[in-house]
């Protein structure tokens, strides 16, 4: 077997410095005022005109030579002549001279002669048409002068400004409606591997196919860091065409990125082209997950491979590579995004490599933020989309015990850990509930799991299926029956008719995990039929084809005879009716709420306690869909 | 006048729940995979299939069966016999019997058989082509099994789901392309005002004509909110033309608002169309400023007038249209961005409005958070490019004592306040000198209002022309010379030859104001004329025309000459040169860059220093342009 190996991996320090040697920087986009928002101004702009262009009456009133009202008071009122009106948008055509007022509105020019002005609300008009003024007013009173908001030549806006809503309107002030700002730097994400294939078409499972998760996921995140995300075609694993498609990424980009073959074949390619048409510089880097990392340039263009695993390669990507882009495009480091708490379980990381470890976060009953670690393996997406950050450990500590304080790199400023954490049984009704919270988290991991993890004391509730094996001490907040038996295939074509059919006859059965609620339905119901019949509940089970095979989705079995792969499946009839297949009802088995008594009080559990007051409505609801 | 009033003015918390009770939701998008990063999840995605879709290998290895390598270890491996191999994106075409292997990739399908891998590296391959197993595994070892990452009919992600990265690499996963997010609210923004000209087209100042601020401004705000900005054509104050406006947007967006025009005619329509079309909820609003606020129905759309002086419509925006967009487009309120801080000078409000202060952010000597008022009035638009954020005071309230600890609300969680704060002269070498530093704020109030400010405490830097009034205690971090003169029309027509021609011919001469430190040099050798002629510098001050019109920026009076609205202006030879007008020297007058002591080793005030240690070559560079 050929593989490359990363032997002498460099530190997270090296690896950093190797990208800080590239240049990543776009070039200069001019763009209107509208698309200005959130751009990064390239130079500095100067006012070329006074802001107002004109002395401008504040207010709505009269504009006067401020020397003719000197002493006047409300007890006597200084008598000025009316000699006009200017409106805001006219040019003033009228002059003042001593002893005369003009009527003014609010944003208009103030006319020759006068220096200040009086507003409408101090003044009278008398019968003649002359104005009172009841008050002495200073010169300048309510008179914005020219230049006095901004002035011809003043610095506006500096370099390097990223240009907020306020900025726009000193811009729009100036007259100005077009700016150069930094263009993003244009990253290109080419994907390689046979077995990928592109979200919105098929996956043959039998051959081992999946979708392409990188690809979407680092181009979002490219863009998270202020970049230009450019997808090249899938690659595959032919070379020619990989090593085409990577030379023209380079050409158009200022930064490739490739990920997702894990192939020794596709890896042989890139290390051939980066090494005849560009430069290694760095080759594995002493992290986890992540060590398989390339950085090089390319043509002339900076590159970076990523690991395959999209949890490694967002993990790369996140610690090394978006901070070289946000650089280049001028984005400042994001807010400090951190949250301290209690590291809820131990953690081990790995001889001499920096761990990044993805965790959760939920609060306990005293509002103390618990910090659990999400470790599906560097292969699942849930890894990243069930966490809220990251704890780094150096890599000269390889244990951290539970109840420890950590620090939590939030994956962004807006990161919003769930308001309540649940864990438990997976089922379509607590879905709907679900879908009434404001921001709920839950992990289906089965009705036993689901119990032990609320004993430990993490998550806020569990939600379990069938007979408790043992009692708890635990709250319910709610409770209700669901319906359950053997999934057939549409229309029933084996005729199933009960569930000793599985036993007597030559049946192809899906079962699911021990974890789960409905195989302990099963296996009491299996139970029954054994005393029964006066035999093993033992030698029931050997009589099942299948009975070992457990999926751990309530819907797996289902999709097993949709595909053919089995005539009957464990499963709800709320499943079988929804997907249109055979329903052989075996029994009912109730769902419980629970909660450690606590947490009872903490808003998220509150939420879902009313929620599930809702419960009746939604089942009914569900029927008629 | 006819002027509508704004009396029994809604307290806050009444404008608020007017504007809840509109409804200003948009309605479904559907968009792809590469454009749904941010967006908001309208409902829940369930998984369709199993991620993986098969039993997969995890790393580089040998499928095996698990029992056969019950009791291996480095000293006893197990031997088994190769019978053949799986890659990445392959249908395996083997099945495994009792004492066989079958090499694996990464990624690949687990063939018939096996129930376990074993790593490469804790494996040999002997002279016959058999595999040592230097290990024993356990049923499960390093596979990842169908389902386990997601499991088909798992909820996968709720409703509200603000759709991150990570949330991408799971709808990947799970193969879908498109996704139903909610569409952000259509907001229309209608302008109105005789006197507004949009950005990009020319003012006439003398029409009193001035850029429409508010627009792009609004529409920016509409945006970082969350919501969809469309523009509408610039009405003027032609009433029929308004209306059919005002109808067409309220026809086509989910929320119109209107700004700009402070002209009664213009109020007059606006209240006209909602009364008739719509419903008008409520009139005027007890904030300062803002207090000129509509809020109603129009059509099947939300309505709201905003004030038309930019501060004011800003402010009304900010605190009650964006929470409403940002509600209605789904997205959280954003993180809690505040800072504590001392008042450095006092506040006052008005008698029973509640208070939205902008201020700017700086810190002192010792770290601590000083908060400045930034009062230019409502109606410039630098009143809020150079502030950081807000202080609301309740109407209760109506003094805030210097010293006093006071919360700012932050623009945004974005902002950065400045590092270093600086105020004072303007000028040209000292604006290339700002633009090396990375985020400077300089505010350009003249000499002597500089030199105040900095012996009031709460800037960093004062740069001052000139000769000093009097000593202070200050460091001076740099200086350099400045040629300053009259500035006269291009190739000096009036062949003005010293600054003796401004007494002695009949010549339009325009000043800066007393703050500047050109005037003081002015003054200075209008003096020593005096001492030379024997005569008293007032009577030659009496003798040229214009000595009292002091213009605020140092390219103003420049400005005015361009203009032939004069025949001479104050200014700097680099002004002249940069606009090409003629220059007469008349002298030359040094600036100097001066700190308060105990600022010294503030990051931002070492950073200007070693800035101001590039002016000899920034000067050369000038002179080059």
């Known amino acids: 077997m050929d593989r490359k190996e990363f032997r002498d991996l460099a530190s997270p320090t090296a690896a950093r410095e190797?990208?800080?040697?590239?240049?990543?920087?776009?070039?200069?986009?001019?763009?209107?005022?509208?698309?200005?928002?959130?751009?990064?101004?390239?130079?500095?702009?100067?006012?070329?005109?006074?802001?107002?262009?004109?002395?401008?009456?504040?207010?709505?009133?009269?504009?006067?030579?401020?020397?003719?009202?000197?002493?006047?008071?409300?007890?006597?009122?200084?008598?000025?002549?009316?000699?006009?009106?200017?409106?805001?948008?006219?040019?003033?055509?009228?002059?003042?001279?001593?002893?005369?007022?003009v009527e003014i509105s609010t944003g208009a020019v103030m006319p020759e002669g006068a220096d200040a002005m009086v507003a409408v609300e101090r003044t009278d008009v008398d019968e003649n048409g002359d104005v009172l003024v009841r008050t002495s007013v200073a010169p300048g009173d309510n008179v914005m002068f020219a230049g006095a908001d901004v002035a011809a030549g003043e610095r506006a806006l500096g370099p390097g400004t990223r240009i907020t809503p306020r900025d726009i309107g000193l811009l729009s002030a100036l007259g100005i409606d077009e700016v150069p700002v930094r263009a993003p730097p244009k990253v290109g994400i080419v994907s390689t591997g046979d077995e990928l294939v592109r979200p919105g078409n098929d996956v043959d499972s039998a051959r081992g196919?999946?979708?392409?998760?990188?690809?979407?996921?680092?181009?979002?995140?490219?863009?998270?860091?202020?970049?230009?995300?450019?997808?090249?075609?899938h690659a595959g694993d032919d070379q020619d065409e990989m090593e085409r498609v990577l030379r023209e990424a380079a050409n158009e980009c200022d930064l490739v990125l490739s990920s997702g073959s894990t192939s020794a074949s596709a890896v042989d390619v890139i290390y051939r082209v980066i090494e005849e048409q560009g430069e290694l510089l760095l080759h594995g880097v002493s992290v986890k997950p992540g060590k398989p990392m390339l950085v090089g340039r390319l043509e002339s263009s900076a590159y970076v491979g990523l690991p395959g695993y999209p949890v490694s390669a967002m993990m790369v990507f996140r610690t090394f590579v978006a901070p070289a882009i946000r650089e280049a495009a001028g984005l400042p480091e994001p807010a400090a995004a951190t949250v301290s708490g209690r590291l809820a379980r131990e953690a081990r990381s790995e001889e001499g490599r920096h761990l990044l470890l993805p965790v959760g976060l939920t609060n306990d009953g005293d509002g103390?933020?618990?910090?659990?670690?999400?470790?599906?393996?560097?292969g699942a997406t849930t890894s990243l989309a069930e966490a809220d950050g990251v704890v780094e450990v150096d890599a000269?500590?390889?244990?951290?015990?539970?109840?420890?304080?950590?620090?939590?790199?939030?994956f962004s400023p807006d990161v919003r850990p769930p308001?309540?954490?649940?864990?438990?049984?997976?089922?379509?009704?607590?879905?709907?509930?679900?879908?009434?919270?404001?921001?709920?988290?839950?992990?289906?991991?089965?009705?036993?799991?689901?119990?032990?993890?609320?004993?430990?004391?993490?998550?806020?509730?569990?939600?379990?299926?069938?007979?408790?094996?043992?009692?708890?001490?635990a709250t319910t907040l709610?409770?209700?029956?669901?319906?359950?038996?053997?999934?057939?295939?549409?229309g029933n074509?084996?005729?199933?008719?009960?569930?000793?059919?599985?036993?007597?006859?030559?049946?192809?059965?899906?079962?699911?995990?021990?974890?789960?609620?409905?195989?302990?339905?099963?296996?009491?119901?299996?139970?029954?039929?054994?005393?029964?019949?006066?035999?093993?509940?033992?030698?029931?089970?050997?009589?099942?084809?299948?009975?070992?095979?457990?999926?751990?989705?309530?819907?797996?079995?289902?999709?097993?005879?949709?595909?053919?792969?089995?005539?009957?499946?464990?499963?709800?009839?709320?499943?079988?009716?929804?997907?249109?297949?055979?329903?052989?009802?075996?029994?009912?088995?109730?769902?419980?709420?629970?909660?450690?008594?606590?947490?009872?009080?903490?808003?998220?559990?509150?939420?879902?306690?009313?929620?599930?007051?809702?419960?009746?409505?939604?089942?009914?609801?569900s029927s008629d869909d």
Request: proline share 5%; hydrophobic share 40%; net charge negative.
């Open 18 to 101: 190797a990208l800080d040697s590239l240049s990543l920087e776009g070039g200069v986009d001019r763009v209107s005022l509208a698309e200005a928002r959130g751009r990064v101004l390239l130079a500095r702009l100067d006012a070329e005109l006074d802001v107002p262009g004109f002395d401008r009456a504040s207010l709505d009133g009269y504009a006067l030579a401020a020397r003719d009202t000197f002493g006047a008071d409300e007890a006597d009122p200084a008598r000025l002549e009316l000699v006009g009106e200017v409106h805001a948008g006219e040019e003033p055509d009228v002059a003042l001279e001593s002893g005369q007022a």
């Open 209 to 233: 196919e999946i979708y392409d998760v990188n690809s979407y996921t680092i181009a979002a995140g490219v863009e998270d860091a202020g970049g230009e995300a450019v997808l090249y075609p």
């Open 368 to 378: 103390e933020t618990l910090v659990y670690p999400v470790d599906k393996g560097s």
């Open 396 to 410: 000269e500590t390889d244990y951290l015990e539970a109840g420890e304080s950590v620090t939590v790199q939030l």
């Open 419 to 473: 308001t309540m954490l649940g864990v438990g049984e997976d089922d379509p009704t607590l879905n709907r509930v679900l879908d009434r919270l404001e921001n709920p988290r839950y992990l289906s991991v089965g009705s036993r799991p689901g119990l032990r993890r609320l004993r430990e004391g993490v998550p806020d509730v569990a939600v379990v299926a069938g007979p408790l094996e043992r009692e708890l001490e």
């Open 478 to 490: 709610g409770e209700w029956e669901r319906e359950w038996g053997l999934i057939a295939q549409a």
């Open 493 to 621: 074509p084996n005729e199933i008719d009960e569930l000793a059919a599985l036993v007597d006859r030559d049946l192809r059965f899906v079962n699911r995990t021990t974890d789960s609620g409905l195989r302990s339905s099963l296996g009491a119901a299996i139970a029954d039929l054994a005393e029964e019949r006066g035999v093993e509940r033992h030698d029931l089970v050997e009589a099942i084809d299948g009975f070992d095979l457990g999926l751990r989705a309530h819907e797996s079995p289902a999709r097993k005879v949709i595909a053919g792969e089995a005539d009957a499946g464990l499963g709800l009839r709320e499943t079988a009716d929804r997907l249109d297949l055979g329903f052989v009802p075996v029994g009912s088995q109730s769902i419980r709420v629970l909660t450690n008594p606590d947490r009872i009080d903490k808003p998220g559990v509150r939420e879902l306690e009313s929620a599930l007051e809702t419960i009746d409505e939604l089942r009914r609801r």
